[in-house]
């Protein structure tokens, strides 16, 4: 699909009144399907997106879960870490003509150690790369860097929605949770969205768990002490199946497949990713 396309597709969005009412609620859904995935499938069907992502579609939901999340396509939205760019290159392009994509990247010389530094940097610079070579969807997207240890992502009230893709296990590993709270929502406008899908444990998980699951009421908690109002949950991303005991926790599963040897890889396949909490949060307006 072609940028001009996603261009009228967009267009057609923005001059619909009822879906773009000042509280950026979630568009109601027409004919089972919103405005907003009606707006992101000739995004999602674009030719430049990752086979490989595309493969996961059905396995996280992009269209329905972004809609869940009220994310129009004029709103300044900051995805954090946005590793190989899974969402980015959906949301970086979605937001091109109208509102604002800011990836927020882990600094590498802020790393805890070496082996951490070298990843990020590998990383970032992938990503970057990744932008480069399509400047006709990505040359407006702006991707920052921050310190985990005492994060800031922009200027204070400057983004309509913070969004973060299974990330919040890494933040408690290391003991970063309540300064990434802290800090989304200090940049967001009041009345902005936090949008967040977690691997979903059974029940609470220690401090020390190492899992990759976490509790749904844990991050919850974590939302509310940063002053954040819990809106609404979401089954999008559940998985049944995923009975979250695996030996190398929720990386036994797909895509990573982090499978120990003699065991069934076809097993863990069946399964599908993991079972996932899809939370939306609000940060009071007044």
Same mark, same amino acid.
């Given at each position: 699909?072609?940028? @001009? $396309?996603?261009?009228?597709?967009?267009?057609?969005?923005?001059?619909?009144?009822? #879906?773009?009412?000042?509280?950026?609620?979630?568009?109601?859904?027409?004919?089972? !399907? @919103?405005? +907003?995935?009606?707006?992101?499938?000739?995004?999602?069907?674009? *030719?430049?997106?990752?086979?490989?992502? #595309?493969?996961?579609?059905?396995?996280?939901?992009? =269209?329905?879960? $972004?809609?869940?999340?009220?994310?129009?396509?004029?709103? &300044?939205?900051?995805?954090?870490?946005?590793?190989?760019?899974?969402?980015a290159? +959906?949301?970086?392009?979605?937001?091109?003509? @109208?509102?604002?994509y800011?990836?927020?990247?882990?600094?590498?010389?802020?790393?805890?150690?070496?082996r951490a @530094?070298?990843y990020?940097?590998?990383?970032?610079?992938?990503?970057?790369?990744?932008?480069?070579?399509?400047? !006709?969807?990505?040359?407006?997207?702006?991707l920052?860097?921050?310190?985990?240890?005492?994060?800031?992502?922009?200027?204070? =009230?400057?983004?309509?929605? #913070?969004?973060?893709?299974?990330?919040?296990?890494?933040?408690?590993?290391?003991?970063? /949770? &309540?300064?990434?709270?802290?800090?989304?929502?200090?940049v967001?406008?009041?009345g902005?969205v936090?949008?967040? %899908?977690?691997?979903?444990?059974?029940?609470?998980?220690?401090?020390?768990?190492?899992s990759g699951?976490?509790?749904e009421?844990?991050v919850?908690? $974590?939302?509310?002490?940063? =002053?954040?109002?819990?809106?609404?949950?979401s089954? +999008?991303?559940?998985?049944?199946?995923?009975t979250? *005991?695996?030996?190398?926790?929720?990386?036994?599963?797909?895509p990573?497949?982090? %499978?120990?040897?003699? /065991?069934?890889r076809?097993?863990?396949?069946?399964?599908? /990713?993991?079972?996932?909490?899809?939370?939306?949060?609000?940060?009071?307006?007044?």
């Amino acid at each position: 699909m072609r940028p @001009s $396309l996603i261009a009228c597709a967009l267009a057609a969005l923005l001059a619909a009144p009822a #879906v773009f009412a000042h509280d950026h609620a979630p568009a109601p859904a027409t004919a089972g !399907q @919103s405005a +907003i995935e009606r707006a992101l499938a000739p995004v999602l069907a674009g *030719d430049w997106r990752d086979p490989a992502n #595309v493969a996961r579609d059905r396995f996280r939901n992009p =269209g329905p879960t $972004l809609a869940f999340f009220g994310v129009r396509p004029d709103m &300044a939205v900051l995805e954090i870490t946005p590793g190989g760019g899974w969402y980015a290159e +959906i949301l970086a392009p979605y937001l091109r003509e @109208s509102g604002r994509y800011v990836g927020a990247l882990n600094d590498p010389a802020k790393a805890a150690n070496e082996r951490a @530094s070298a990843y990020f940097a590998r990383q970032n610079a992938a990503l970057r790369e990744r932008f480069a070579a399509a400047p !006709q969807l990505f040359d407006r997207a702006r991707l920052v860097e921050f310190d985990p240890r005492a994060p800031v992502f922009g200027d204070p =009230g400057s983004m309509d929605a #913070v969004l973060t893709f299974r990330n919040v296990h890494n933040w408690r590993m290391n003991g970063q /949770e &309540a300064g990434m709270f802290k800090g989304f929502f200090e940049v967001l406008k009041p009345g902005g969205v936090l949008g967040v %899908v977690e691997h979903r444990a059974a029940a609470d998980v220690p401090a020390d768990d190492r899992s990759g699951y976490v509790g749904e009421a844990q991050v919850i908690a $974590l939302a509310e002490a940063a =002053g954040f109002v819990l809106e609404a949950k979401s089954e +999008i991303n559940a998985n049944p199946k995923d009975t979250k *005991d695996h030996p190398n926790g929720v990386w036994t599963l797909p895509p990573t497949l982090n %499978v120990p040897e003699g /065991e069934d890889r076809a097993k863990y396949e069946a399964i599908g /990713e993991s079972d996932r909490m899809t939370l939306r949060f609000r940060k009071p307006a007044g």
